[in-house]
């Protein structure tokens, strides 16, 4: 009788299997033996600068020694009475105000009073804004904050934004003073004082300080262009309009360089706030950090804020940030010299594919991005300045000459070298007159192949057809205002 062979079983305990799961045990015990190791040296290490960064920082240093009292200027900030609502009277028989109820009650919007025609008798929104601007405390306010001292500084972001309001306010008023009184001399004083907090904003160490501030510097220098265009202001007016932008503005030529050092030294500023240093560049990140308001505050889901953000500042590296740094400033300071669609390109790259990831807290939390909008501020404001320059110069041309000039040529060596290229294009502005007098400064890219010629019949209806694009066109009419529809007449 036979029986099938049936294989020896193999052992459960055989030696390689031991070894085997010997070694797993002993790998991960070291491993995490190594982890618990690191996770306790960094949790306990100390940063190489640990300052109290927090949300309530708003990316700016800590304040300097002020030269004056600093509630000065807070002081006469909160002075100004709260802008009124603006509420538009019911519409005539037979007719309704355009988009119905929804626009007869809202906020008093000061840049408004900018837009359109100076009418206060056919627009109900301006006699509002001059009711307010004629009151007591509104002039006592801003008689005080035309005199506020050199060395005035902010306690805060917010303050920038309250001074932004007062800048608003006197641009708004150098065209009440004209429209209205005929007041050459306080129009330009107006401006003296736009442009005077507009550069305290500008001296507050702040990324928003500097973008806030040149926006504001901007909007006096747009106004003022438009005025010098629509008004008859003569020859010492002008010239006190060259030397206040001249002296106000002169250290904040280069906007966009001007921000980008900020941004990094802030960027250092939180890698020194956070990482440590050995003193030869090598550090990591300090894990008792992790729960600071900054990282808190700026952490935009679950997903990024994971096991993958618990487990990654255990290898992370000092040095491999801060090279990250040092290539994110290089690529910033490289768009400087590209034409604007250029430049717009590779920040918008940059934006979308930034330099930082989820292993390199807690600059990942940070919306670094945006890059060409900030650009395009720093941009305009650089434009508009040009573009203000020009235009005093081609007024004093005309005022000396009883014309306008035939090129742009014919102005002044100094303002040709300082003023006369486009920021967008890095090309020299177009120049045409209109027919009814005045001229417009535009961008030649509405008409690349259109000739120089300032009579040019083709030239004038390209700058026609983009006058409302502030990108292309930098003088002309002024846009309708948004903020008040027109009557149209009820629907049968």
Not at 59 to 74: K, M, S
Not at 124 to 129: F, H, K, T
Not at 284 to 291: G, H, I, N
Request: glycine share 6%; charged share 20%.
């Amino acid at each position: 009788m036979s029986s099938d062979a049936s294989p020896t079983p193999s052992k459960p305990g055989s030696t390689w299997q031991k070894i085997h799961r010997a070694g797993a045990v002993l790998f991960y015990a070291v491993l995490c033996a190594w982890i618990t190791w690191i996770a306790v040296t960094r949790w306990n290490g100390q940063p190489s600068n640990p300052m109290a960064l927090d949300e309530d920082s708003e990316r700016t240093f800590p304040a300097q020694a002020q030269a004056n009292d600093p509630n000065e200027l807070l002081v006469a900030i909160n002075s100004l009475p709260s802008v009124p609502r603006f509420v538009l009277p019911p519409a005539p028989p037979g007719m309704q105000w355009e988009g119905g109820d929804q626009y007869r009650s809202q906020p008093l919007q000061l840049s408004e009073g900018l837009s359109g025609d100076w009418t206060p008798e056919t627009r109900p929104y301006l006699r509002a804004l001059i009711d307010y601007l004629e009151s007591p405390d509104v002039v006592n306010a801003l008689d005080r904050l035309a005199n506020i001292k050199d060395g005035t500084t902010f306690p805060s972001a917010q303050d920038i934004f309250k001074t932004a309001t007062v800048v608003r306010l006197f641009v708004v008023r150098m065209r009440y003073q004209l429209a209205t009184q005929g007041n050459l001399n306080v129009a330009v004083d107006d401006y003296t004082s736009a442009l005077r907090l507009a550069g305290l904003i500008h001296e507050v160490d702040s990324e928003i300080g500097i973008l806030v501030g040149g926006a504001s510097e901007r909007l006096a220098n747009m106004e003022i262009t438009r005025l010098v265009q629509e008004y008859d202001f003569g020859r010492s007016h002008l010239l006190r309009i060259s030397k206040t932008l001249e002296q106000e503005t002169r250290a904040r030529q280069h906007l966009w360089k001007l921000w980008v050092s900020h941004h990094i030294k802030y960027l250092n500023l939180i890698l020194d706030s956070y990482y440590t240093d050995d003193g030869t560049g090598r550090g990591w990140f300090v894990l008792s950090t992790w729960s600071s308001p900054l990282l808190a505050g700026n952490r935009h889901s679950d997903s990024q804020s994971g096991a993958w953000n618990i487990i990654s500042p255990l290898f992370n590296d000092r040095i491999r940030v801060a090279s990250k740094i040092n290539r994110l400033q290089d690529v910033l300071l490289s768009v400087s010299v590209l034409s604007y669609d250029e430049a717009d390109q590779v920040l918008s790259q940059l934006s979308a594919k930034p330099f930082f990831s989820f292993l390199d807290p807690p600059f990942k939390y940070w919306l670094f991005g945006e890059y060409e909008r900030k650009f395009a501020g720093c941009v305009q404001y650089t434009t508009y300045r040009r573009v203000l320059l020009l235009s005093l110069a081609i007024s004093k041309h005309r005022l000396s000459h009883g014309r306008y000039p035939r090129q742009l040529t014919e102005l002044p060596t100094d303002v040709i070298s300082a003023a006369l290229e486009d920021p967008y294009t890095q090309k020299p502005f177009g120049y045409i007159l209109e027919r009814e007098g005045g001229f417009h400064l535009f961008s030649k890219s509405i008409c690349p192949t259109c000739p120089d010629d300032v009579d040019s019949v083709e030239v004038l209806r390209k700058v026609e057809q983009h006058r409302n694009d502030d990108k292309l066109v930098f003088t002309g009419p002024r846009r309708r205002p948004t903020c008040e529809p027109a009557l149209i007449r009820d629907e049968p």
